[in-house]
Nanobody, 118 residues
Framework: QVQLVESGGGLVQPGGSLRLSCAASGVTFSEYNMGWYRQAPGKERELVAGITTGGNTYYAYSVKGRFTISRDNAKNTVYLQMNSLKPEDMAVYYC????????????WGQGTQVTVSL
């Protein structure tokens, strides 16, 4: 049973930074491309950043230059460093497989809330 546990969210002022972590268990983590997704109220879940097994990265246009995804296969963990946060970044953030060809996903974790506000 694959389990994904996201952490690191919180309340931050515009322009601030947060670092999210996602710990995976029950899976050979290094074999999968991974991604960070977010879902804002009333909106669909969207992929904001992805990282391949080889370390190549992808960023949605809205976060490019501000967010950095990384992974530590030894710790079965994927990270998302978020800088220059904007109110429109406010959402629940999730990690999961980045499989844009077949859309395969593990069971979703509980996510971590990011709130950007004064």
């Amino acid at each position: 049973q694959v389990q994904l546990v996201e952490s690191g969210g919180g309340l931050v002022q515009p322009g601030g930074s947060l670092r999210l972590s996602c710990a995976a268990s029950g899976v050979t983590f290094s074999e999968y491309n991974m991604g960070w997704y977010r879902q804002a109220p009333g909106k669909e879940r969207e992929l904001v950043a992805g990282i391949t097994t080889g370390g190549n990265t992808y960023y949605a246009y809205s976060v490019k230059g501000r967010f950095t995804i990384s992974r530590d296969n030894a710790k079965n963990t994927v990270y998302l460093q978020m800088n220059s946060l904007k109110p429109e970044d406010m959402a629940v953030y999730y990690c999961n497989r980045d499989d844009r060809v077949f859309g395969r996903r593990f069971n979703w974790g509980q996510g971590t809330q990011v709130t950007v506000s004064l």
